[in-house]
């Protein structure tokens, strides 16, 4: 199935390998659109702001994922989910990432593209 309208950032994939960006993404694009608060607790949002926060959410997940959360009618409750389903790697990635970050010596690679490419693996 292909979308009508294009993704403003990269969906949220199946395996939740980039949770931690799609999130900043998709709170600075709430934020912009000013519908941010329709993903944070005890909102007063209308049924159409719902309804578009809803639709922009579903819009930058994976197809499975869409399926698999295909009774949510709430972008709060798809937002809960999705970071109960999620959050943990923050626990698994952040550690792994200072790890990194902590063992990187420019004098280890030959050029430096491979450091700088490296570099910015490590801070993505």
Same mark, same amino acid.
């Given at each position: ?9 990269? @969906? ?6 980039? !949770? ?24 007063? @949002? ?6 578009? @926060? ?9 197809? %499975?994922?869409? !399926? ?15 970071? %109960? ?11 792994? @990432?200072?790890? %990194? ?6 004098? %280890? ?16």
């Amino acid at each position: 199935m292909t979308n009508i309208e294009n993704r403003k950032f990269i @969906a949220l994939d199946i395996s939740g390998k980039n !949770y931690l960006s799609w999130v900043l993404d998709v709170k600075l694009h709430l934020s912009a659109k000013k519908l941010r608060y329709t993903i944070e607790e005890e909102n007063v @949002a209308t049924n159409e702001e719902r309804a578009t @926060a809803l639709i922009f959410l579903r819009h930058h997940i994976d197809d %499975d994922l869409k !399926y698999e959360y295909l009774t949510v009618k709430n972008p709060l409750e798809l937002w809960q989910n999705l970071n %109960d389903r999620f959050e943990h790697l923050k626990a698994v990635v952040l550690p792994k @990432a200072f790890n %990194d970050w902590s063992q990187l010596r420019f004098q %280890d690679f030959k050029t430096v593209s491979k450091y700088n490419f490296t570099l910015f693996k490590i801070v993505s």
